[in-house]
Each structure stands twice: as C-alpha cells, then as structure tokens.
C-alpha cells in the first residue's frame, strides 16, 4: 500500500506514505487516491477527508521512474495513463465531502495539483510549492484545470513557465492554499477546520460544491481532453526525454 487511511469519527485522513520519495506518485499510488477518495466519497459515516502526506514532504508530484517509464510508452499508451492521472484528480475534485489538506511540507507539481483540489489547504510555513515539470520537458498539463482557476491565468502562466519554487506565503496570497501556520500548530488548526466544517449541513456541503463546479463545468469538460492528449504528447517528445534523463544524471539539461 502506498497511502493509509485512518478515521476520527467523521474525519477520514488519508496519508502519502511513500516518504522515501517525498510521496511521489506512481501507477500505484494514482489507482490507490483514486479508490481511497471514491470509497470515502460513498461512505455516510465521513464527512470531512483530509489529506497529507508522511514524513517531511506533502508530495512530490510524479515519481522520476513513472515518468521516465511513460516516455517508453507509446502514444495510446499514454493517453490511458495520463488519463488514469487525470480520473484520480477528479476524484478529488469532485468528491461530496469536504476535503481538507493538510499540507506538511513540500508540494511540487502534482503534489501542488492535489493542493489545488482540496476545498480548503492549510500549510505549514515551512512547506514550499512549484509547478516544476516545464524543467525537464513536460508541462502541468492535467492539473492546469484546477490550479487555473484557483490562482489565476495570470500567476498561473508566470509559474508554470518558470517552474519556480515559492514560499507558503505566496501560496497564500494567489490562492492556491488557504492559510499559513508554524509546523508545530499544523495539527491543531487542521482539527479546528475540519470541525467547524461539521457543522455545516452535509446535503448543502455537496449542493455548494456541485453549483461551483457547474459555473465552470461547460469550459472544463471541454479541455479535459486536450489535457491528456497533451500531456500523452509532451511525455513522449525530445525534450521529456532528455530533461528526465538529465534530471536522473544529476547534469543540465541542454536548454539550460
């Protein structure tokens, strides 16, 4: 198992739990989030999921070895694994209940993408953040649905394009996490929320979510599949090829 799941009355909390890889996801991992959060969402007796990660990391994003496997694949192979990345996403997205993160430490790429999809994210001020696929050739493409419209086509472009890291503070101020806190007040704060978050009702909890996503829905359902089409693509173009290789050999990749 890459992930457990542990319950407090009606707050399930569903942990990372591959910190010797700052929780980086692999196939594994996806198919794991994914069936964690479509029980969960079913289950009548959790009411608030939150979400985060073992060890000194939130999550990494994509593990180096996934990816670098997914270059190899072909071009319909990638579209399915992609598309698997992109179902465990939604997942989360759309989940009924509400789903807090606790962020606890670094929060890169996709692991900012799993941020993204948390109704409410608090951090740690120590954690860090960063979309850094554009480094070794690739692209935010999946997440892009849900980070945009949480930060901004502004902040967005400037982030991706640059791959820069950023404190939990700027997290905060473009809106990608919801409050900022010293490590040693993570716990408490993440309780007080999701305890305040039940006593909102249930039925309305999930009505609120559904109208939000309607507001956008028409957009977003229609660049669900350019995003994995374009994500399938970038995995197996030079540049993937040559920033992961670079990356795993510890040299620069030519561009840079």
């Given at each position: 198992m890459t992930l457990h799941i542990t319950h407090n009355g009606p707050i399930a909390t569903v942990t990372l739990d591959r910190p010797d890889v700052h929780n980086?996801?692999?196939?594994?991992?996806?198919?794991?989030i994914r069936a964690a959060f479509d029980a969960l969402a079913s289950d009548e007796h959790v009411r608030v999921i939150v979400l985060t990660g073992s060890g000194e990391s939130f999550c990494a994003g994509g593990d180096m070895r996934w990816m670098q496997n997914a270059v190899g694949l072909t071009f319909e192979e990638n579209i399915a694994d992609a598309g698997a990345l992109a179902d465990m996403f939604e997942a989360i997205w759309?989940?009924?209940?509400?789903?807090?993160?606790?962020i606890n430490g670094a929060a890169i790429g996709g692991g900012a993408g799993l941020a993204a999809c948390c109704d409410l994210a608090i951090a740690a001020d120590t954690a860090r953040f960063g979309f850094g696929?554009?480094?070794?050739?690739?692209?935010?493409?999946?997440?892009?649905?849900?980070?945009v419209p949480k930060i901004g086509v502004s902040q967005a472009r400037a982030l991706f394009v640059s791959g820069e890291r950023f404190s939990a503070?700027?997290?905060?101020?473009?809106?990608?996490?919801?409050g900022v806190v010293p490590p040693e007040e993570l716990d408490a704060t993440v309780l007080e929320i999701?305890?305040?978050?039940?006593?909102?009702?249930?039925?309305?909890i999930t009505t609120i979510?559904?109208?939000?996503?309607?507001?956008?829905?028409?957009?977003?359902l229609a660049t669900q599949r350019f995003v994995v089409e374009m994500l399938a693509r970038v995995r197996t173009g030079n540049e993937a090829r040559e920033g992961i290789a670079a990356f795993k050999a510890r040299r620069r990749p030519p561009w840079a």
């Open positions: 980086a996801f692999d196939a594994a991992m996806i198919a794991e759309t989940c009924p209940k509400v789903v807090l993160g606790r696929e554009v480094k070794i050739g690739l692209a935010p493409a999946v997440i892009a649905q849900y980070v503070e700027r997290a905060f101020e473009i809106g990608l996490i919801h999701a305890q305040r978050c039940l006593t909102s009702a249930p039925d309305a979510k559904r109208v939000v996503d309607v507001v956008w829905e028409s957009e977003r």
